[in-house]
């Protein structure tokens, strides 16, 4: 079966992708391991320790940032705007979010992480692959790239 | 929050643009901001139009965002945000905010007929009679003075000081972002012009990557900020100021190394959103400062005891 009308399928590919890339709420995810690191921190005095606070800063900072820019491209679609460019900023961002979180967890946790199940093997696992689902983080780059430079210096 | 601008906001856009037009346009601008000077004609004009008097914090922070971009010296998007917060009759022309705890100096407080003074959950106004300032080394892109002396001037009401270090830093993460914007279009235009080795550097995707980043970077602190601005809530600024901050130590050195030595001279017009950033940052304070209070904040909530505030 063929999905759209003929010689259509690039665009018929761009959607499919750009739904998959915004598709998953990890944002959402990923923050609720930084409230729930939050609490635990607390518990653990670990919020004493350099830079920790400034850490979970950036954690939640970079994950509520993810959430905008998903929201963001879903305003572009809902409103029959071209969504490309902030398909893509949101896809970055939430790779950095999901990232950024598990390094502050496996920094906290340190050989904790080792156990399967634990919170910084589990966050690792996912961070892992985020740049690599709807096309890989260094595509979306090349996109943005597009976007702001113009589509004439292609990539050598 | 809607993710496009309401007919409102596009109209106060637009006055703002047509105000810096009508004032000698960009360049003119550009020539007193390369002097780190303080342009009290736009500032006075700004005042003056009534199409940009009232709005809601979200149509304020919009304002002080669109100048940050446009790379004029006022301080009309500064005011606009912590207007509300102040008595009624203030004169016209900047307003410089100090924070007791801070030492650096003050931008705007050689030319500020009115000093905010935050000390700690007190704010006081004084008026320039009642404070005396030793002008500082121009830089940053603004002219920045330290207050030397200052009266008791008229105490706001318990509460207020508080509300007004979260504006101030409004007004800061909206110049970040709107400097951000305009640093990285510049960027972008001296990436595609500039020809080495036979190709424009914008060809290079090592360079496109990096300039790609930076736009996420910038995109969160435009995204952060005005979701911030829209709640007016204090928690939701500092964590959009961490952002701020965190960005413009990134990008400053970043966007620079991009454009190359040129964009050390005055001609190219990168400084200006460059330096401007890196003050802006400075003046909202370290990633760690913020962090620690976040984290301050978050423990309030889950406490129960800040329930009100938070």
């Known amino acids: 079966m063929r999905l759209g009308a003929e010689n259509d399928g690039w665009r018929v590919v761009r959607t499919a992708l750009s739904h998959e890339r915004i598709g998953g709420p990890r944002y959402a995810r990923a923050m609720l ?21 400034s850490r979970f800063a950036h954690a939640e900072a970079s994950c509520e940032a993810a959430r905008l820019l998903v929201y963001q491209a879903i305003d572009a679609r809902i ?28 920094s906290l946790y340190e050989d904790e992480s080792l156990d399967r199940g634990s ?21 979306q ?16 | 929050m809607r993710f496009q601008p309401t007919e409102t906001q596009l109209r106060r856009v637009a006055a703002v643009l047509q105000v810096i037009e009508s004032c000698g346009g960009q360049d ?8 780190c000077g303080y342009d009290r004609e736009l500032d006075e004009r700004l005042c003056n139009t009534a199409e940009l008097a009232g709005g809601d914090n979200l149509d304020r922070y919009l304002v002080a965002e669109e100048l940050a971009r446009a790379g004029v010296a006022a301080t009309f998007g500064l005011r606009g945000l912590l207007s509300d917060l ?35 959950d007190e704010a006081h106004v004084l008026d320039s009679g009642e404070f005396a300032v030793e002008k500082e080394t121009e830089s940053f892109g603004y002219p920045y003075a330290h207050i030397r002396s200052r009266g008791g001037g008229v105490t706001l009401p318990q509460g207020t000081a508080e509300r007004l270090r979260s504006r101030w830093r409004l007004a800061l993460i909206a110049e970040i972002a709107g400097n951000a914007e305009s640093a990285i279009a510049g960027t972008s235009a001296h990436l595609c012009d500039r020809v080495q080795f036979g190709r424009p550097l914008s060809s290079l995707q090592a360079l496109r990557h990096r300039l790609a980043d930076a736009g996420v970077s910038a995109e969160s602190v435009r995204w952060l ?8 809530d204090l928690r939701r600024v500092v964590r959009a100021a961490w952002c701020a901050s965190d960005t413009a130590a990134a990008l400053v050195p970043e966007l620079v190394q991009m454009c190359g030595a040129r ?7 990168l400084h200006v959103y460059t330096m401007r950033m890196g003050g802006a940052r400075l003046e909202l304070g370290s990633t760690d400062r913020l962090g620690a209070e976040l984290d301050q904040i978050t423990e309030l909530v889950e406490s129960g005891s800040g329930a009100d505030r938070f």
């Open chain 1, 119 to 139: 919170m910084g093997n589990a966050q690792l696992k996912t961070s892992m692959i985020a740049g690599l689902g709807g096309g890989s983080v260094e595509v």
């Open chain 2, 28 to 35: 003119r601008a550009a020539s007193i901001s390369a002097g």
């Open chain 1, 33 to 53: 391991v930084t409230q729930r690191l939050w609490q635990i921190a607390r518990e653990r005095q670990w919020c004493q320790r350099d830079g920790v606070r």
């Open chain 2, 86 to 120: 102040l008595p009624a009759a203030l004169p016209h022309g900047p307003i410089a905010v100090l924070d007791v705890n801070r030492h650096g100096p003050t931008r705007f407080a050689a030319a500020a007929p009115v000093l905010v003074v935050l000390d700690g």
């Open chain 2, 263 to 269: 964009s050390f001279t005055l001609e190219f017009g």
């Open chain 2, 225 to 232: 900020g005005r979701e911030a601005a829209y709640f007016d």
């Open chain 1, 141 to 156: 780059l090349n996109m943005i790239a597009r976007a702001l430079l113009g589509s004439e210096a292609s990539p050598r």
């Open chain 1, 79 to 106: 409103d029959g705007r071209s969504e490309d460019r902030e398909v893509s900023l949101a896809r970055v961002a939430i790779v950095r979010a999901e990232r950024c979180v598990a390094e502050l967890v496996l």
